[in-house]
C-alpha cells in the first residue's frame, strides 16, 4: 500500500455520495417547482385563452388576467387576439397588377388563375377584401387550421356563384354594393356551417374589371352599347313628343269636331223651328205666306245674279216687273194692259 492511499480517510467516498444525494433531491426538487410554475400564464386584455388538458377542453375563454393550467405536455394553453382585425385579398391583387404593367412573365403566366366568369361567360378581373376576427376562441382553435386559406376558399367560392348569375353590364355598374352585402351573408353563412369560431367584419370590392389583354376592346364595346343606349333614348324622347304632340293635335280635332256637330245641330234645330213657324203661319194665311216667301227667296237669289229685262215693245209700253200679281178680297185679278200713246189710236 503506497502512502497517498493511507492517509486517505475512510469516510471520504461515503459523505461525497451523501452529498450527491442530496444535490440531486434538490435539483428535482427545483425542477418539479420549475414545471408547475410554467402553469401560470397571464391573458392580456385582447386576448382569450382556451386551455385544454390532455386533448380535452377543460376552459373555452379565458377572460384577461392572471390564471394557472396544466404545464405542458399535460395541459396547452392557446392564447388569440379576438379583436384583432384580420384581412385576406381574394382574386386580382394590386401586387399582381402592378407586376403586370412592369412586365413581369411570371404575374403575366400566373394572371389567368384569378380570371372569373360572369352570367354571359366574359371574363373579369375581380379583387375582394375580406376582413374577419375570431369570434368563438374554442371553435377557432379545435376546427380551424388555416384560417386565412379557409377564409379565402370561401370568398372565392362565394364570388365564383356571384359572378356566375350575373351579365358583365351589370357587374360593372351596379352590383358592386349587392355584391359586397350578399356575398358577405353568404360567407358567413358557410363560415357557421363550418362551424369554425370566425366572424366577418366586412367585404369590399376592390375593383371589378376586364383582363389587360382586351380591355382595349372591351372599352369599345361598352362605348357602343353607351351610344347605343343614348341613341335608344333619344328615339324614346323623340317620340314621347311625337306622341304627345299626336295626342294634342287629336284632342284639338276632336274638340273641333264636337263644336262643329254642336253649331250643325244648332243650326238643324233652328231651321227645323223656322220651318215649324212657317208652317204654322201657312196653315194660316196660304197666299200671303206663298207670296212672302217668294220674295224672300227672290231678295236672297237676285242679288247674286246677273238679270236681264227685255222689252219686247220696243219701249212703247211701259215695263211690268211685278213677279206677283195683287190679290183682292174677291179673288186674283190680272192688270190691265195700259193704255196706248195717243198718237197711235186710230
Not at 73 to 95: C, H
Not at 110 to 127: C, E, F, Q, Y
Not at 142 to 159: I, K, S, Y
Request: aromatic share 8%; with cysteine.
Amino acid at each position: 500500500m503506497s502512502e497517498s492511499n493511507a492517509s486517505r480517510s475512510p469516510g471520504a467516498p461515503l459523505g461525497f455520495h451523501a452529498a450527491w444525494r442530496r444535490w440531486r433531491r434538490r435539483i428535482l426538487a427545483l425542477a418539479v417547482a420549475a414545471y408547475f410554475a410554467g402553469g401560470f400564464y397571464f391573458v392580456e386584455p385582447d386576448q382569450r385563452a382556451v386551455v385544454r388538458f390532455g386533448g380535452r377542453l377543460t376552459a373555452a375563454e379565458v377572460p384577461p388576467g392572471p390564471h394557472y393550467a396544466w404545464p405542458w405536455p399535460l395541459g396547452n394553453v392557446v392564447r388569440l387576439q379576438t379583436t384583432q382585425i384580420r384581412r385576406v385579398i381574394v382574386g386580382f391583387d394590386a401586387e399582381a397588377r402592378e407586376r403586370i404593367s412592369r412586365g413581369d412573365v411570371d404575374a403575366m403566366t400566373a394572371s389567368p388563375r384569378t380570371d372569373m366568369l360572369s352570367g354571359d361567360t366574359n371574363i373579369l378581373k375581380v379583387s375582394l377584401v375580406v376582413q374577419y376576427q375570431v369570434t368563438d376562441p374554442a371553435a377557432f382553435v379545435l376546427r380551424c387550421v388555416a384560417p386565412d386559406e379557409l377564409v379565402r376558399v370561401v370568398a372565392q367560392a362565394v364570388l365564383v356563384e356571384t359572378l356566375a348569375r350575373r351579365p358583365v353590364d351589370e357587374l360593372l355598374t351596379g352590383a358592386r354594393v349587392d355584391l359586397r352585402d350578399r356575398g358577405r351573408e353568404q360567407m358567413q353563412r358557410r363560415l357557421d356551417h363550418y362551424g369554425c369560431g370566425i366572424g366577418l367584419v366586412s367585404v369590399s370590392v376592390q375593383s371589378v374589371e376586364p383582363p389587360q389583354a382586351v380591355i382595349a376592346a372591351f372599352n369599345d364595346v361598352t362605348d357602343a352599347r353607351y351610344y347605343h343606349a343614348r341613341l335608344v333614348q333619344r328615339a324614346g324622347n323623340e317620340a314621347d313628343v311625337a306622341i304627345r304632340a299626336a295626342r294634342a293635335q287629336a284632342f284639338e280635332r276632336v274638340q273641333a269636331a264636337r263644336d262643329y256637330a254642336a253649331q250643325v245641330l244648332a243650326r238643324a234645330r233652328g231651321e227645323a223651328s223656322s220651318f215649324l213657324q212657317q208652317l204654322a203661319s201657312y196653315r194660316l194665311a196660304p197666299d200671303v205666306t206663298r207670296q212672302r216667301l217668294l220674295l224672300e227667296t227672290l231678295d236672297r237669289v237676285l242679288p247674286s245674279v246677273r238679270t236681264w229685262v227685255l222689252d219686247d215693245g220696243n219701249g212703247r209700253y211701259p215695263v211690268d216687273l211685278r213677279f206677283v200679281e195683287p190679290t183682292l178680297p174677291d179673288g186674283p185679278t190680272r192688270a190691265e194692259p195700259p193704255p196706248a200713246p195717243p198718237g197711235d189710236a186710230r
